[in-house]
């Protein structure tokens, strides 16, 4: 390299000073606010965690902030309906897409119990014990996926099965979806195994042929106490002296506002964004699978098979979800296709060049390539997964920004990524794909530097934390 090459700054150092003036460390945005840590007073995330949501408070804030008075809310990746469930406590009439059916069952049973009928419920869970120890003839729920097989000890899924058939016999929908969502609730407790950063950790009690350290997770429960513990909380919880809204102050009761359905739609948004009107939304608030190759079906594997679905279905979901994880296929001929079939094949030209003019874009998908060729990468489908997750959300914020109103916002949650050492300025690169389908980027929030950051992390690699950031996004 010539001396002139090395000073040339590079397309990202370039992006950077572009965007320099809008990254503005938010105090009041710290980790615990935005994560899902802080809905630890609403029962609902108590009783099923998905982690990987965002908090209420955070949604709320942002509405109240920016958004003048209550509309059409959207979240593209509406996971378990925080934004949605926040907002319609505000009284925005709420929309979510969703592609996991973890999501869209949990999202379903909040809507339920946004009006329970706690009498019926009551007098079912009462009869339960009884009229599940008569049971005789069940038929079998779980097709077992290669990664769940055994989780469970054969009395549990025995009486799993029974209840599960129970279940279906229950006339009265509500009654049935709390039924179910509770077993759904303690799926990981009465299991071999727990929910362990990507994988599933197995307790040395499973039949399976375990290397390395025994995991030993504890007591596990048997199906009928752990159910019974959980609809005692949802009961307690329920119960009319506890309010579902915690937060008096933003609460229908509280501020008088009327509470519309949560409108959820199951499906990919990569297929269902462009089915929505123009200039239809008011606001966007999500938070995309993040670019760090977590794969949700595996960390919902039990859920997933609880739900019903077998391999095949799991294969299939896997490679839907936006692309995050080594294992994603490109989806760029499909999305071609796709756009062809509605009619709209210059979308699919245009988002294609946009996401080919991003010279940060480009730059990362260079170096990537090279450092894989170095083996310089831990897995060599890491510069494919970089490519598509990117690609794939240049499509999505193409859609976001056709969808949302003149002066509306859209606000997203997301975390950079290191990769080979490399870091890959996910806040910038979306927010220059979002300025060119007509956002203006009024601010991208990064929040304080968190445990991450500490001298021990420092000292093993060396480096400093990512941002992680929540982008603010006007339309023009
Ligand atoms: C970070 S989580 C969102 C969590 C959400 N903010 C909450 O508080 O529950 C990202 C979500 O995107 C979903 N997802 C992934 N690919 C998708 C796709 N193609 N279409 C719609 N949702 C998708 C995942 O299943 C996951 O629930």
């Known amino acids: 390299m010539t001396e002139t090459a090395e000073l040339l700054p590079t397309e990202r150092q370039l992006l950077f000073s572009r965007f320099a003036d809008k990254l503005e460390t938010a105090y009041n945005l710290n980790r615990k606010v935005v994560s899902f840590q802080a809905n630890k007073d609403e029962p609902i995330y108590r009783w099923f965690k998905y982690k990987e949501g965002f908090s209420s408070a955070l949604v709320k804030y942002f509405l109240k902030e920016y958004g003048n008075k209550p509309g059409k809310l959207l979240d593209p990746f509406a996971g378990a309906g925080t934004t949605l469930f926040a907002g319609q406590e505000l009284g925005w009439e709420s929309y979510g897409v969703e592609l996991l059916p973890v999501g869209i069952f949990v999202m379903q049973t909040r809507e339920v119990l946004n009006d329970p009928d706690l009498e019926k419920l009551r007098s079912a869970i009462i ?27 054969d009395d549990t899924e025995i009486m799993m099965n029974k209840f599960l058939s129970y279940c279906s016999k229950i ?3 509500k009654t049935q979806t709390v039924l179910r969502f509770a077993a759904f ?15 599933l950790r197995w307790d040395y009690r499973s039949k399976r042929d375990l290397s390395g350290k025994p995991f030993d997770k504890g007591k596990i429960l048997t199906f009928e106490e752990a ?13 009319p002296d506890q309010s579902l809204n915690l937060f008096e102050e933003y609460s229908s009761n509280g501020n008088g506002h009327k509470q519309l359905p949560v409108k959820i739609i199951a499906g990919s948004c990569l297929e269902e964004l462009p089915k929505l009107e123009d200039n239809f939304f008011d606001f966007i608030l999500t938070s995309p699978p993040y670019c760090n190759r977590y794969d949700y079906t595996r960390t919902y594997a039990l859920e997933l098979v609880y739900l019903g679905y077998d391999s095949d279905q799991v294969r299939s979901l896997r490679q839907s979800m936006l692309s995050c994880t080594v ?14 079939s509605i009619g709209k094949p210059e979308v699919f030209d245009e988002v294609f060049g946009v996401y080919n003019n991003s010279g940060a874009m480009m730059e990362v998908n260079s170096i990537l390539d090279q450092l894989n060729k170095l083996e310089k990468l831990n897995n060599n489908n890491i510069p494919r997964m970089v490519k598509n997750y990117f ?22 949650v997301n975390d950079n990524v290191r990769y080979g050492g490399e870091e890959i300025p996910v806040d910038l690169i979306l927010s220059g794909f979002a300025e060119n389908f007509g956002f203006t980027i009024k601010k991208i929030f990064v929040l304080p530097k968190g445990k991450g950051n500490s001298s021990q992390q420092m ?12 982008y603010l996004w006007q339309k023009k």
């Open 127 to 153: 009869k339960i014990s009884d009229d599940l120890s008569k049971i005789e003839n069940y038929s079998t729920h779980f097709k077992h996926i290669a990664i769940t097989k055994d989780a469970f000890a």
């Open 171 to 173: 006339r009265d929908k």
């Open 185 to 199: 609730s303690v799926l990981e407790e009465i299991s071999y195994t727990r929910k362990d950063g990507q994988y």
């Open 227 to 239: 159910l019974k513990s959980k609809l005692n909380q949802i009961m307690v919880d329920l119960s």
């Open 327 to 340: 294992e994603n296929k490109e989806k760029v001929d499909y999305l071609k296709q796709f756009y062809s």
């Open 391 to 412: 690609l794939e959300l240049c499509f999505v914020i193409y859609e976001m920004a056709r969808i949302t109103k003149a002066a509306g916002y859209s606000v997203m």
């Open 459 to 470: 000292g093993n690699y060396g480096r400093t934390e990512v941002r992680k950031c929540v």
